[in-house]
């Protein structure tokens, strides 16, 4: 069950391409590891 929040993540947040959440931006890849991380 905890993949499944994973690829839910990734699909409502995909990466933005513009620079204008970049705060927003570097925690959601922090977080996205601290799931991986987690998941495995």
């Known amino acids: 069950m905890r993949g499944l929040p994973l690829s839910k993540v990734t ?9 204008k959440r ?8 922090i977080i ?3 799931v991986i991380s987690h998941a495995i």
């Not at 699909?11 to 620079?19: D, E, N, Q, V």
């Not at 970049?22 to 890849?29: C, M």
């Open 11 to 19: 699909a409502s947040k995909p990466k933005p391409l513009s620079g």
């Open 32 to 34: 996205n590891s601290l």
């Open 22 to 29: 970049r705060e927003e931006v570097l925690p959601a890849s």
